[in-house]
RNA sequence: GCGCGGUUAGCUCAGUUGGUAGAGCAUCCCCUUGACGUGGGGAGGGUCACAGGUUCGAAUCCUGUAUCGCGCACCA
């Protein structure tokens, strides 16, 4: 169809082909490109520091470790996000002689992907986890992740990922098996990790416990209702959950709430709803005079605080609901319904005996858990928690990151000034800094860590009871128990508890490996800004306290993908944008670009296709330059270039080289203060609107002159510019850099990968 | 309630220590130029959310307001 460009062409530079080759005849044609380069990175080994060059090897080391992906499907334009960053960094590192590590991997992502294999067996066969058992749920669970698993590394090896895959881990592989116990062994034996009976956040869907940053709220309207418990009972009280009442077994007041003097210490029975109740009447400065009545029921087994109170005040816990939601006691009704059936039930069992006195709509905050969109409910159960606050003595803490903060040895601290010590010490920066003030309000408000799920996929708590005449004896160790009759405890821990180990987990510790000697603390942690609290808080904790060490020194946070509309990237809005469709339309480089360009850390950004088009046009943009470049000089496979060599340019190339040497110092500070987004940006520009638009073209008008002397000046500026250009934009768009790299007649050139940054 | 962030050209956003406002896309006009029409040249378009203040000078610093978004707490 290009007939007529074609004739151009080699009309005008019949010695085109012969010269450069016929590719660059044809537009940039990234598929048939992509695989191929990738192909010849893994084989070259680079992806692995031992086989780095002598210069890498010898140099500084640099590692980060790859954000795991969740098994549970594939990745989204956020992941790309995320792998473009990462790689621009990894790039950038080996190019600039570091010792570098990208270690990849995949998370189990525990109740995320149970409840997806769940979800699917349950509507293929109509069969619960109870019906094909633990055994054969977590065949089936594997079989997803193995395949989730593929997907993952696929795609990450079509974004151009550059990571180690010799070195690649899972969270629940075997090796981290034995991390995770060894982490739990150790806090067990300090006493940070503790079994307690307490309220915690059940999800009735997901049927297991999940930790106070696994909620989700949304505010909802509601009713308020404002009650009598009974006639007799001269305090009203008020509440949006009425069904809950029927496990009162207190009601609190203000100690300085003088309409209510009188009651305290007094106890009242009646029969509510069907259910015998009795109530101390208490004083607790957390109740708040001015809010409904000023009097508040208490119920320690539905609530947090309730819980709390009743602590404090001897109150008995008494339970009413049970963990399918549904109520335990009660009239005709309310016994064995759901709660939202039975709050309706008791509202009218209320106005049917006159008690009701007052109904008024209100914004509530209600509690869904995140994975499974279920209504939490309070329940008091017997779990394992991490103690945040409990004093303990850090032992052998040679580490200055440590000693930084003040902390030495032998000083007893809790696992929170660890974590916040780890910050305010200046030993981990985090990127940009205004999450920094996020994360200490985080840990104020921090409270112990559950983290037992009574899901069958994660790791199994190595802890072990055998039931004797007086008492259950517990072993905790990281092999079962010798002798008969111990059984294992059947829950599962929370998967960032794992998670949390990963920067040192993945280096082989509790064995003492050269990896983790050489890689931690890894150099820096890129990751989205919502995972701050799951992941980034938990490392901090499980690295100062088990290695006593940071697990990385600067925090890089990414935000959210939206669409071109800005909005949430949702199934039910189905607008995912899938990264290999525009991978196969415009290019694994034109992808990278887009998603970089324009977005500085922490900030949410959009992405639409014609921003990805944009940098289409760019990759064959540069195509085309090279096309001009290498027609236009003399240089050829046969006569190669020697790029380092000193150049006589004449003072006009000399000030444009200059101009040159100014763009990349400039651009080399940005990549040094993580400013992707501008270098991109500087180097697109640079490259089109400069290197293009003016030098190109100026160049045209000297090459038809017949001034020997500065056709030879520029011919050898345009060669050199083009090389320093392809080192520059290589850790941006990898995979068309190296391309043009090797068609690139120089003399004793390396990969693209691991040659020299420019600046 | 406490805290954080955004508000700059029609759209998406830059603007790193305060010095007469920038880019890409879109719009309009011109151009078959020795690589590229996925191209080139040019033009229009902004009282930098608003109100004060500091300063010789503020998009940039300070105070307040509005508005959108986010986090945390409350959630009887």
Redesign the pocket.
Same mark, same amino acid.
């Given at each position: 169809m290009?007939n007529k &460009?074609d004739i151009?062409?080699v009309g005008?530079?019949g010695h085109i082909d012969e010269k450069i080759g016929a590719k660059?005849l044809k537009?940039?044609d990234s598929v048939a490109t992509e695989d191929k380069i990738y192909t010849l990175w893994e084989k070259s080994g680079y992806f692995n520091p031992d086989n780095l060059p002598e210069r890498n090897k010898n140099g500084e080391p640099f590692s980060i470790v790859l954000p795991p992906p969740n098994v549970t499907g594939m990745l989204h334009m956020g992941s790309a996000l995320m792998l473009a960053i990462e790689d621009i960094m990894v790039r950038y590192a080996r190019m600039n002689g570091k010792n570098t590590l990208w270690l990849p991997g995949t998370d189990h992502a525990a109740i995320a992907t149970q409840s997806v294999v769940e979800k699917d067996i349950q509507k293929k066969e109509g069969k619960s986890r109870h019906d094909i058992g633990r055994e054969e749920l977590l065949l089936r669970v594997d079989a997803y992740a193995k395949q989730s698993h593929d997907t993952i590394v696929r795609q990450m090896k079509k974004m151009g990922c550059s990571v180690d895959w010799s070195r690649e881990a899972f969270t629940l592989d075997e090796k981290r098996n034995l991390s995770v116990k060894t982490a739990f062994k150790k806090m067990y034996d300090d006493g940070l990790i503790y079994r307690g009976f307490r309220v915690v956040n059940w999800d009735p869907k997901g049927q297991t416990t999940i930790s106070?940053?696994e909620?989700?709220?949304e505010t909802r309207k509601t009713k308020?209702?404002t009650f009598k418990y009974s006639k007799d009972i001269p305090i009203s009280?008020?509440?949006?959950?009425p069904e809950t009442k029927l496990g009162d077994t207190g009601i609190?007041v203000h100690p300085d709430d003088t309409r209510y003097a009188q009651f305290i210490g007094r106890e009242f029975k009646t029969i509510f709803a069907g259910q015998e109740i009795s109530l101390k009447v208490i004083a607790d400065r957390?109740?708040?005079?001015a809010?409904?009545t000023?009097?508040?029921?208490v119920t320690p087994a539905h609530?947090?605080?309730d819980w709390e109170m009743a602590q404090r005040h001897g109150l008995p816990t008494k339970q009413v609901i049970n963990e399918y939601a549904k109520m335990t006691v009660g009239i005709e009704g309310i016994k064995d319904k759901k709660v939202t059936e039975a709050r309706e039930a008791v509202v009218l069992w209320l106005k049917e005996n006159d008690l009701l006195e007052k109904e008024e709509d209100?914004e509530? #905050?209600?509690?869904l858990a995140q994975r499974t969109g279920g209504v939490v409910e309070p329940l008091p159960k017997l779990q394992w928690f991490i103690d945040v606050n409990k004093k303990f003595n850090i032992k052998d803490s040679g580490f200055t990151s440590l000693n930084k903060q003040g902390i030495v040895s032998e000083k007893e601290v809790s696992l929170k000034e660890l974590m916040k010590g780890a910050i305010t010490s200046g030993s981990i920066r985090i990127m940009?800094d205004?999450?920094e003030?996020?994360y200490f #309000? !985080?840990i104020?408000?921090l409270r112990d860590w559950c983290i037992s799920r009574q899901i069958w996929y994660g790791h199994r708590i190595p802890v072990w009871y055998r039931s004797a005449a007086t008492a259950t004896e517990i072993y905790c160790d990281i092999n079962p128990p010798k002798g008969e009759g111990w059984k294992q405890d059947e829950d599962t821990l929370d998967t960032w508890f794992s998670s949390g180990l990963w920067t040192f987990s993945t280096l082989g510790w509790p064995e003492k490996t050269i990896d983790l000697k050489t890689f931690h603390p890894t150099t820096i942690l890129e990751t989205g800004s919502?995972i701050l609290?799951f992941w980034v808080a938990r490392m901090i904790l499980m690295s100062t306290y088990l290695l006593n060490e940071v697990p990385f020194k600067t925090v890089y946070l990414h935000g959210l993908v939206r669409d071109? &509309?800005?909005r949430k990237i949702s199934k039910s809005l189905g607008n995912n944008v899938d990264p290999l469709d525009m991978i196969t339309k415009y290019g694994s480089d034109a992808v990278r670009m887009s998603l970089i360009v324009?977005?500085?850390p922490g900030?949410?950004?959009?992405i639409g296709e014609? &921003?990805i088009k944009?940098y289409?046009?760019f990759? #064959?943009?540069l195509w #085309?330059?090279t096309?001009?470049v290498l027609?236009?000089t003399e240089y050829t496979l046969a006569n190669p270039f020697v790029e380092s060599g000193s150049y006589n340019y004449n003072s006009n190339d000399n000030e444009l080289m200059k101009i040159q040497n100014a763009m990349l110092a400039?651009i080399t500070?940005?990549m040094n203060?993580y400013?992707y987004?501008?270098a991109a940006?500087k180097l697109?520009?640079y490259v !089109?609107?400069e290197f293009?638009?003016?030098l190109?073209?100026d160049s045209?008008?000297?090459?038809?002159?017949d001034k020997v002397e500065e056709i030879a000046s520029r011919k050898q500026f345009l060669f050199v510019s083009m090389c320093r250009i392809l080192r520059a934009l290589h850790p941006f768009m990898p995979f068309l850099t190296e391309e043009i790299w090797s068609e690139m007649p120089i003399k004793d050139k390396s990969l693209l990968m691991v040659e020299k940054w420019p600046g």
């Open positions: 290009d &460009k151009k062409i005008g530079y660059f537009p940039y106070d940053d909620i989700e709220y308020l209702y009280i008020s509440t949006t959950r609190a957390s109740v708040e005079m809010f409904g000023g009097a508040l029921g609530s947090q605080i209100i509530h #905050n209600i509690s940009p205004r999450f003030k996020v #309000n !985080w104020e408000n919502d609290f071109a &509309k800005g324009g977005v500085g900030s949410d950004s959009k014609d &921003k944009a289409k046009n990759a #064959n943009k #085309n330059i096309r001009f027609s236009s400039d500070v940005d203060n400013r987004y501008l940006e697109y520009h !089109w609107h293009a638009d003016k190109i073209e045209k008008k000297i090459f038809s002159s």
